[in-house]
T-cell receptor, first 116, second 113 residues
Framework: AQSVTQLDSHVSVSEGTPVLLRCNYS??????LFWYVQHPNKGLQLLLK??????LVKGINGFEAEFKKSETSFHLTKPSAHMSDAAEYFC??????????????FGTGTLLAVQP | DAMVIQNPRYQVTQFGKPVTLSCSQT?????MYWYQQKSSQAPKLLFH???????NEADTPDNFQSRRPNTSFCFLDIRSPGLGDAAMYLC????????????FGSGTRLTVV
């Protein structure tokens, strides 16, 4: 079975400072991992994905995440926060096994606030 | 650009009055999903179509139905909306096994009055 835990429900940073959003996963199979961002009243936008290639994944808008199997983590980082980064972020896992359609398992989300 | 389009963006319906939400895609993905997302919560999968095969989640109320007349379109029907059905409804698509992730539409915000 797959699950994902986002360790912080709210994170507040100042503009220009680093962002760290934490995510731990559990998976019986080799996982695919994703980070999605959702701005208020908008749909979900894919930030980046890990699908068993390079463990350091670069995404859009300067975000990146590192897959650490030994720590079962997939934390999202950005060197310098921008006001436009304020949004809800979801860590998502799915399993890499064949057969029936694999479902996405969502974390509970982290609300990122960026202070001027 | 290939995309997933949801109409309308905002929908207001009366308590108990049937409502239909629409989703279309130009990606030619064979799987289409409907999610319900209530305020400050993660999206919850209601059901999905794998080609023409309908797959309902065990805890999806009977009040929610779906239709997929062709590859491009999928509809969510709420037969008798209650106040508790007010939420953002998200449509998503994927190509076979979603190792590459899903593509989401912008969502429809449903208000029940």
């Amino acid at each position: 079975a797959q699950s994902v835990t986002q360790l912080d429900s709210h994170v507040s940073v100042s503009e220009g400072t680093p962002v760290l959003l934490r995510c731990n996963y559990s998976s019986s199979y080799s996982p695919s991992l994703f980070w999605y961002v959702q701005h208020p009243n908008k749909g979900l936008q894919l930030l980046l994905k890990y699908t068993s290639a390079a463990t350091l994944v670069k995404g859009i808008n300067g975000f990146e995440a590192e897959f650490k199997k030994s720590e079962t983590s997939f934390h999202l980082t950005k060197p310098s926060a921008h006001m436009s980064d304020a949004a809800e972020y979801f860590c998502v896992v799915t399993a890499n096994y064949g057969g029936a359609t694999n479902k996405l398992i969502f974390g509970t989300g982290t609300l990122l606030a960026v202070q001027p | 650009d290939a995309m997933v389009i949801q109409n309308p963006r905002y929908q207001v319906t009366q308590f108990g009055k049937p409502v239909t939400l629409s989703c279309s895609q130009t990606l030619n993905h064979n799987v289409m999903y409907w999610y319900q997302q209530k305020s400050s919560q993660a999206p919850k999968l209601l059901f999905h179509y794998y080609d023409k095969d309908f797959n309902n989640e065990a805890d999806t109320p009977d009040n929610f139905q779906s239709r997929r007349p062709n590859t491009s379109f999928c509809f969510l029907d709420i037969r008798s909306p209650g106040l508790g059905d007010a939420a953002m409804y998200l449509c998503a698509t994927s190509n076979h096994y979603p190792r590459e992730g899903y593509t989401f539409g912008s969502g429809t915000r449903l208000t029940v009055v």
